[in-house]
Structure formats: C-alpha cells, structure tokens
C-alpha cells in the first residue's frame, strides 16, 4: 500500500495521528530530505528505519526500486519536507504509476500551504487556483498569471524569499489595485502576513525577506468589486475604509454562496480582525445592495 502523507510546513505538532501511525508501521519511508523527516520523526517518538532519499533529482529511479515493493504488499509511506506530497513536491510520478499497475494508494488529508494561505489572506475563497512557484521572469510571470484573468478565481503561487519583492513589483505595475497576500513562515514563530496592494506590501514587507513564501493573488473581480462595494457604501451613507471595502468584497462573496448574514460577518470579522458590529453592519448593507440589484 502507498500511503501520501502530509507533514508540517512549519510547526512539528501539526502532523495528523493517522500519518503517525502510517510512519510507525512503514517499510519504507520515501522522504525529499531523510534528515528533514528524522527530525520530525525523533520529535514524535518514532525510529527514523527505512528511510530513502526521494526527491525530484532521483524520483525517476526511485519509483522503479518502490514498485516491486508495493506489488509485494509492503507498506510505503511518501512525504515531502512539508505539506502535501504531489503539490510542487515529489509524489506525482510514484502515484501515477501505482494507479497504472492497479496498485492501492491512500492520500492522507493534513497540512498544506495552499489553503493555509488562502484562508490567511483573507481573499475571496469560493473559486481558487493552486499556480505551483512563479516563473522566474518578468514576461513569463505575468504570462503565467494573465491566463486566469476573467475566471474570477484567487491565485495561490509559491515564490523564492529571493524574488518575492520583484514578482510583487511586476504584478503591482501591470495590476496597481490588485489586492495581494503575502504569507511567509506559515505556522512558525515568525509568522506572518502581509495584505495590500503591491505598493502596500512592497512598503510593509521588509528586505531582505526571510522563510518561506506563499503569494495569494485576488482575482480581478474581487479588484473591482472593492472600488464599486465603497462607491455604493459612502452613497448609502456609509463610509468605508480600504480594509471594509475589501470585507464587503468577501461579505458580498459568501451572500452569494448563500452563507448567512450573522455567519457571513463572523467569518469574516475573524479574518481581518474588524470589530464584529462594524462588519456586521456591513453585511447588512451588502446584503440590502444585493437584493436591490437583483430587483432592478
């Protein structure tokens, strides 16, 4: 059997009971750097026997040293240095050619940067799409990110600490008000999460910048609707800041996905860390704009 197992992308005390157990009991562990998985299995009590390197230089070789393994009824158990196997990590190869031979594979539900972010960045969730690490150039970056323009789908990138002040860069002078996210060390002691524009973020981020990055990028109707959520506010009587224009974006999000008014508010009253009242007083009137739209 082939267990995919998701590890901790910052915090050790984050990895499931069901991925102990499949560590306890596996022939082999096929881990992206053995000394990465002995720390967390030394940290939860497990001994660090059957371990294999399994990383993108020799994934190729090693699927064809795992697979009479598994066509032996050994258990293998994949994980990469953190999150999800498979995702911009090794695991893809090894599972396609289980399910070609017919052989069982179990992924385990845990950890994962993606949706870490995502909900961390406080941007419209109902439609996303996971882009993998950002290309390297200017051109291809934008190319790469232009293709999901009109989807109305949030975009969740992975970025070098190197390059992250130039990807924001490129993105602010193509898309200026674009709301933006930048996640770094993502459940770590020096977590942290920087929303804005490009112009915000470059001035709130620092530099050099540290740790691991996941960039969350709001879709171009969320841009837009934030610009026409405040006009219909301050001509409602009711002024909004930068920050409650974006909340009345993600209120207006969740009404449409048909969450209610009072739990629509605490979602996101937790998120961005308004007062409960004031964003429930938006909803309100998010909610009043919608009806009368769908009136006219």
Request: proline share 5%.
């Amino acid at each position: 059997m082939l267990y995919i197992c998701p590890t901790p992308i910052g915090n050790l005390d984050d990895v499931t009971l069901r991925v102990l157990g499949v560590l306890r009991k596996a022939d082999v562990v096929a881990c992206e750097d053995t000394r990465h998985t002995g720390i967390l299995l030394k940290r939860h009590g497990i001994a660090a026997a059957g371990l294999v390197s399994f990383h993108e230089h020799n994934e190729e070789e090693r699927v064809q040293r795992l697979l009479p393994l598994l066509r032996q009824d050994k258990v293998v158990a994949v994980v990469s240095d953190a999150g999800m196997p498979g995702l911009s990590d090794p695991g893809f190869t090894l599972v396609r050619a289980c399910i070609a031979e017919d052989l069982p594979v179990t992924v385990l539900p845990g950890p994962s940067a993606v949706s870490t972010a995502l909900v961390s960045s406080g941007l419209p969730v109902g439609r996303f799409a996971f882009v993998g690490f950002l290309a390297r150039s200017k051109a291809k970056l934008l190319e790469q990110l232009t293709r999901f323009e009109g989807t109305g789908a949030t975009l969740v990138a992975f970025e070098s600490p190197r390059r992250i002040r130039a990807s924001v860069a490129a993105l602010g002078e193509r898309w200026p008000g674009r709301q933006l996210a930048v996640c770094r060390e993502l459940t770590k002691l020096h977590e942290q999460v920087v929303r804005g524009t490009a112009a915000d973020v470059l001035e709130d981020l620092g530099d050099p910048v540290r740790g691991e990055i996941v960039l969350v990028i709001a879709p171009a109707a969320a841009a837009e609707g934030e610009g026409s959520w405040t006009r219909a506010m301050a001509a409602g009587g009711l002024p909004v800041s930068d920050a409650e224009a974006r909340a009345c974006s993600a209120l207006a999000d969740l009404e449409a996905l048909g969450v209610g008014t009072k739990k629509a508010a605490g979602i996101v009253a937790g998120l961005t860390g308004l007062a409960p009242r004031r964003v429930y007083d938006l909803a309100l009137e998010v909610r009043k704009a919608r009806m009368a739209r769908s009136s006219d």
